[in-house]
T-cell receptor, first 108, second 117 residues
């Protein structure tokens, strides 16, 4: 099956810094999404982005499907950005395959 | 709307016990699914349902049963709990009807933390 890798596994930032999270996948996909899991465990959809670039406030994401990677950018990070960021892909099947996540800690 | 609700929030079982994790949604979503999340790993799909009366296996179905008698409810049953089933369990629902669109907007419940001793 499709493999999904994320890097870095852990990231510690000072409030106000920018960061880039990466997701690599091993096969072509027809759906890619980024999720944020907050420190209380709640999972929230961030982006549906099988290709191209999208922005939502301080967050943006780019997927280059032909090169099998996606990037999540967080600008001017805030402590509320802390948590685990997952990418998940769907390769023309029925269900998502999740990556292992990047754990982000934003320090005040 | 309450969204996706899960009960209980926490549960401790002894090996061999059975229990049912409850999941309900009030958004009239056709697609519902169960995931487990283990430390250092992403979510892995256990079972899913595309509508009442229809269920199918995901990536890690062994040791779990599901049923979908109504649109709203999708319980997950552990028939004989094992320590390997210690995990956090998430239920999710989605309004989509086709493969990619089905998962375009997933709503997750708050999770159930299960420990099997």
């Amino acid at each position: 099956g499709i493999q999904v890798e994320q890097s870095p596994p852990d990231l510690i930032l000072q409030e106000g810094a920018n960061s880039t999270l990466r997701c690599n996948f091993s096969d072509s996909v027809n759906n890619l999404q980024w999720f944020h899991q907050n420190p209380w465990g709640q999972l929230i959809n961030l982006f549906y982005i099988p290709s191209g670039t999208k922005q939502n406030g301080r967050l943006s994401a780019t997927t280059v499907a032909t090169e099998r990677y996606s990037l999540l950018y967080i600008s001017s990070s805030q402590t509320t950005d802390s948590g685990v960021y997952f990418c998940a892909v769907l390769n023309y099947g029925q269900n998502f395959v999740f990556g292992p996540g990047t754990r982000l800690s934003v320090l005040p | 709307n309450a969204g996706v609700t899960q009960t209980p929030k926490f549960q401790v079982l002894k090996t061999g016990q059975s229990m049912t994790l409850q999941c309900a949604q009030d958004m009239n979503h056709e697609y519902m699914s169960w995931y487990r999340q283990d430390p250092g790993m992403g979510l892995r799909l256990i079972h899913y349902s595309v509508g009442a009366g229809i269920t199918d296996q995901g990536e890690v179905p062994n040791g779990y049963n599901v049923s979908r008698s109504t649109t709203e409810d999708f319980p997950l049953r552990l028939l004989s709990a094992a320590p390997s089933q210690t995990s956090v369990y998430f239920c999710a629902s989605s309004p989509g009807t086709s493969g990619a669109n089905r998962l375009r907007k997933q709503y997750f419940g708050p999770g159930t933390r299960l420990t099997v001793t």
